[in-house]
């Protein structure tokens, strides 16, 4: 998977509580992205960022929020999990801006209670 | 944004026929189109890609046509093996950007 890691891989929480994915990666590669994957929704882009402490928002990114401090690691919020929010979620790297390939980490997968 | 269809959403076929994918996109600025290959329990990973100067790429069984004009691409699998069972995606560029738009994706299942 490219030298990308994710923590925890699995994951059971209550509605209401917050919790944090992290993605690793050791390609020193500047552009991270989140992803979620539902059925029947492909893979919706959550948040990204294209360098240490500049981050923007994705398509779906209400109820969520990103840090990175450096480099390597890019966080993934959701501030008070709900229901809806149960998915798989994807973090992937790119080298570059524009027509770049992506590369994709193992995922986590998240259940809300 | 971009909107990415593609059809069909599953797929089954006979070892060693020939297995097609389609996708549309909108945005008439989507330039480089990748196809991704997802095992159970895994990461999509890269198998081909296109980009808006080429009409077509190939890399062994598998090819990836583009009509710009028409606004749509295509993966072609030849001589399909059970190991290429997997959901694939398509995605578009979102403009000349460095996001990707994703398809909902096709599972594929080989029958021996």
């Known amino acids: 998977d490219a030298g990308i890691t994710q923590s925890p891989r699995h994951k059971v929480t209550e509605t209401g509580t917050p919790v944090t994915l992290r993605c690793h990666q050791t390609e020193n590669h500047r552009y991270m992205y989140w992803y979620r994957q539902d059925p029947g929704h492909g893979l919706r882009l959550i948040h990204y960022s294209y360098g240490v402490k500049d981050t923007d928002k994705g398509e779906v990114s209400d109820g969520y929020s990103v840090s990175r401090s450096k480099t390597e690691d890019f966080l993934l919020t959701l501030e008070s999990a709900t229901s809806s929010q149960t998915s798989v979620y994807f973090c992937?790297?790119?080298?570059?801006?524009?027509?770049?390939?992506?590369?994709f980490g193992p995922g986590t997968r998240l259940l809300v209670l | 944004g971009e909107n990415v269809e593609q059809h069909p959403s599953t797929l089954s076929v006979q070892e060693g026929d020939s297995a097609v994918i389609k996708c549309t996109y909108s945005d008439s600025a989507s330039n480089y189109f990748p196809w991704y290959k997802q095992e159970l329990g895994k990461g999509p990973q890269l198998i081909i890609d296109?980009?808006?100067?080429?009409g077509e790429k190939k890399d062994q069984r598998i090819a990836v046509t583009l009509n710009k004009t028409a606004k749509h691409f295509s993966l072609h699998i030849t001589e399909t093996q059970p190991e290429d069972s997997a959901v694939y995606f398509c995605a578009a560029s979102i403009g000349g950007d460095y996001k990707l738009s994703f398809g909902a994706g096709t599972t594929v299942t080989v029958r021996a």
């Open positions: 992937a790297i790119s080298e570059s801006p524009l027509q770049e390939t992506q590369y």
């Open positions: 296109i980009r808006s100067n080429v």
